[in-house]
């Protein structure tokens, strides 16, 4: 077994594969709510990945990335026996486990990959915990038994109605609130806009959220300042003082400005690669 | 040759890329001397009875010796006599601020009551460097019986490499640890490759390696490995990890889009390689209208990387006057040439933002010179009403950088000041805990090249000293016992 080889890969969803990667160190010491950087290529960019599982007897890690750009597109084409150029981590202050009590982890789409470590931390020590999954249909959640294996209640939400309840992440919790259920902690991991309304929606609620951020970063050790979000009004790095933040407190549209920095450069990027024309590296 | 005559030589210049054109590639400014020009440069040295310049070196090169050895064209000596305290002569030669140190100190230049006139001793040393590259001399020094000692180094900029380089040749094993994907710290990501080529980090590496250095890239300690394991592991540790979290200026709108640190803006271009985006993967953002905020070295570095990205105009903004300008003076002069635009005693107030949230704007108040501070420079004083706004398309932040906190959150028995920094003897680079040293910017806050080498080379002696001896509380004697110096 080789440094960062890909020891699996399969298809999860419409282009989400997981991977299992070799890399005992990261394996050994990540906890819940940590993520790597890796680099596919020499010349690669430096991406942020939340790790989405351990086996640290096995040394590996599990990646799930969607492809969205460049990286992840050349990352989705790559074999069972090749290996990344560099995984470096873990990386990020590791998720605050207590009991709570009664705690909703509510994931959408992608989201989920990351909140499934976190999810199996809160049930392990002994949280009631409600799993929501959320997505636009049914072929797009993901980790569906993988989640159901680590909850007490597994509550799936589609906006087309296509699986589980029709509606959204909002709606789920909401439903959960409204049969009276008493929440006393709310994990949200997903796209930017899902955790800005589910913590304006906890906030009225008056249910403390914990919310992870992806924002765009390069060093990922607090070096380039690339991914400062606005928390409280106060600039915060999502590499060193998070990746996960009060939920209450985070300023999302600014982080949703931040992250549309480089659409026209990733859409250069991905054509220059699909053209063939790498030059050099 | 008589000190009359030797003085009566002119400062043989160094050729250059014409502006116009080096603000169009990535390539290295300066262009190095020719052999003849060294042999010249190196014959204005008057010999000095007491080494002045040596005196200026924080690293003590016999820089007389090494000149004395150019002029007789013996190169291979010269160099030799270098890198008995310098590991890294070609980065040093390029990027060491020698009109503050041994420059300073020269008798030619204080004789001509012009330092700029002092001999071009870095000029030289870049000089033996490249010459021993290019003529594939590299001669590998002798190094000491194993010791059966295992020592870490975390951080590969220049203060680790120092440590590295001087512990291999003492015998220890040495495993250097980084946690980006390249070795050499700043050098390779913040240094821009038209001030140093990464060819020449990366070659200074591999010398390292070549002397049996272990590299380990990738590895965040502290994260991938914790402190407590890599003190269980090795038998001492330095660390070097650096100035690493960016700080900015804590106005209105720094967080539009458009606005970077300097760490961030110049990795990209370097580490990254940016430039030669989507040929590499990273890219960066090309604003028409640069403003680089701050006075150092790092802010001409990014005002001339902007120009070469393409801005069509690159202005400094920078609270105080010409005269407390950080930088060096040769970068202030560079940049001068590429047409950088200096807004000296001038400072932001607030970035505005168009609707897409971009900066578009900057307001800027003017500033008036006061008492001097603490710093004994004298303190800019804000002139009421004076504000006006100066459109931009980009904003970079180089007002300077605070230690990296990721040592000290994960291992927080070590002693750190109230700015983060690690507190370390300056004699000896001791830390708090047993075993562990540690030098360069995570020590000195934002400092340069040569000095985090300097106390690289200090924290080197005493760990000799402390893994031969055991001797801790009283290293500092340990070391003077053994003749302070190698």
Redesign the interface.
């Known amino acids: 077994m080789r440094m960062y080889e890909i020891l699996a890969k399969d298809l999860i969803g419409p282009d989400v594969q997981r991977y299992v990667i070799s890399a005992p160190e990261v394996s050994r010491r990540r906890r819940p709510g940590q993520f790597v950087i890796v680099r596919i290529c020499e010349g690669g960019e430096r991406i942020p990945l939340t790790i989405a599982d351990a086996d640290p007897g096995a040394g590996t890690i599990t990646l799930i990335v969607q492809t969205v750009g460049k990286s992840t597109l050349q990352m989705s084409r790559l074999r069972p026996g090749d290996t990344l150029t560099d995984v470096a981590g873990p990386l990020g202050r590791p998720t605050h486990i207590e009991k709570f009590g009664t705690v909703i982890c509510c994931g959408g789409g992608i989201g989920t990959a990351p909140l499934h470590p976190i999810t199996q931390a809160l049930h392990q020590i002994g949280n009631k915990v409600i799993t929501l999954l959320c997505a636009r249909t049914a072929g797009l959640l993901i980790m569906v038994d993988e989640m159901a294996a680590v909850s007490d209640e597994l509550v799936i939400m589609t906006d087309d109605g296509s699986r589980g309840i029709k509606g959204l992440s909002t709606d789920g919790i909401r439903l959960i609130v409204d049969r009276g259920e008493r929440i006393d902690h709310v994990f949200a991991i997903g796209p930017p806009v899902m955790m800005k309304f589910v913590s304006l929606l906890t906030k009225e609620l008056g249910i403390p959220t914990t919310v992870s951020l992806n924002p765009i970063m390069i060093d990922g050790t607090g070096m380039c300042g690339g991914c400062r979000v606005t928390v409280g009004g106060e600039t915060k790095f999502a590499c060193v003082d998070g990746p996960e933040f009060d939920g209450h407190e985070v300023d999302f549209d600014e982080l949703m400005r931040r992250l549309s920095a480089y659409r026209e450069n990733e859409k250069t990027a991905v054509e220059h690669y699909e053209s063939g024309c790498r030059l050099g590296h | 040759m008589d000190a009359k005559e030797r003085l009566a030589i002119p400062p043989q210049p160094m050729p250059e890329q014409e502006p116009r054109e080096r603000i169009h590639n990535q390539r290295e400014v300066p262009l190095g001397y020719t052999p003849e020009a060294a042999m010249r440069e190196a014959s204005r040295c008057v010999r000095c009875k007491r080494p002045f310049c040596t005196e200026g070196c924080p690293v003590g090169i016999d820089i007389p010796g090494f000149l004395d050895a150019v002029e007789r064209g013996d190169f291979a000596e010269g160099i030799r006599i270098i890198k008995k305290r310098n590991v890294l002569p070609a980065v040093c030669g390029r990027v060491c601020p020698q009109e503050v140190q041994c420059q300073l100190a020269c008798t030619v230049g204080k004789f001509q009551h012009d330092p700029t006139k002092s001999v071009g001793i870095g000029k030289i040393e870049r000089f033996l460097a490249d010459w021993e590259r290019e003529n594939g001399v590299v001669e590998i020094p002798r190094k000491a019986a194993p010791t059966g000692r295992r020592i870490a180094v975390v951080g590969s900029g220049p203060a680790g490499l120092t440590v590295a380089g001087d512990m291999i040749l003492l015998g220890h094993s040495v495993t250097v640890f980084e ?3 390249k070795p050499g710290g700043v050098l390779v ?1 913040g240094i821009p490759e038209f001030r140093l080529p990464k060819a020449i980090v990366q070659r200074e590496a591999d010398y390292l390696k070549s002397l049996g250095v272990e590299f380990r ?4 300690v502290g ?4 402190m407590e394991e890599v003190l269980e592991d090795f038998d001492a540790v330095f660390v070097g990890s650096g100035a ?3 700080k ?1 200026m804590g106005v209105p709108g ?2 539009l ?1 458009g606005v ?2 300097a ?2 803006y110049l ?2 271009a370097n580490l ?2 940016a430039y ?8 960066i ?1 090309k604003g028409r209208k640069v403003i680089t905020v701050g006075g150092g070295n790092v802010a001409m570095d990014c005002a001339r990387t902007a120009l070469r990205m393409g801005a069509e105009r690159s202005l400094i903004v920078y609270r105080r006057s010409e005269a407390e300008l950080p930088a060096r003076i040769e970068e202030v002069h560079h940049a001068r040439e590429e047409g950088v635009e200096f807004h000296l005693l001038q400072a932001p107030l607030e970035l505005m933002g168009d609707d ?2 971009w900066v578009r704007g900057m307001r800027i108040e003017k500033m008036g010179l006061g008492e001097p501070d603490s710093s004994g420079r004298r303190r800019p004083v804000p002139i009421q009403g004076s504000d006006f706004v100066e459109e931009v398309d980009s904003v970079l932040v180089a007002i300077g950088n605070s230690p ?3 040592i000290h ?1 994960s291992f927080p028995q070590i002693e750190v000041n109230r700015w983060g920094g690690i507190v370390a003897n300056e004699a000896t680079g001791q830390t708090s805990v047993k075993g562990v040293f540690a030098g360069g910017d995570i020590v000195l806050g934002a400092a340069t090249v040569i000095l985090a080498m300097g106390q690289g080379r200090i924290a080197a002696q005493a760990m000799h000293a402390y893994l031969l001896t055991g001797r801790w509380d009283d290293l500092e004697q340990a070391v003077s016992a053994q003749g302070g110096t190698q």
């Not at chain 2, 890239?217 to 965040?220: D, G, I, K, N």
């Not at chain 2, 030669?276 to 890219?283: G, L, Y």
Request: aromatic fraction near 14%.
């Open positions: 946690a980006l994907h990501y890239m990738s590895t965040v994260r991938t490995y914790p690493g979290l960016p900015f720094e967080n889009l970077f640190s760490n961030e990795t990209r990254m390689k030669e985006f989507p040929a590499s993967d990273t890219p953002y897409r949230g990296n906190p990721l959150s």
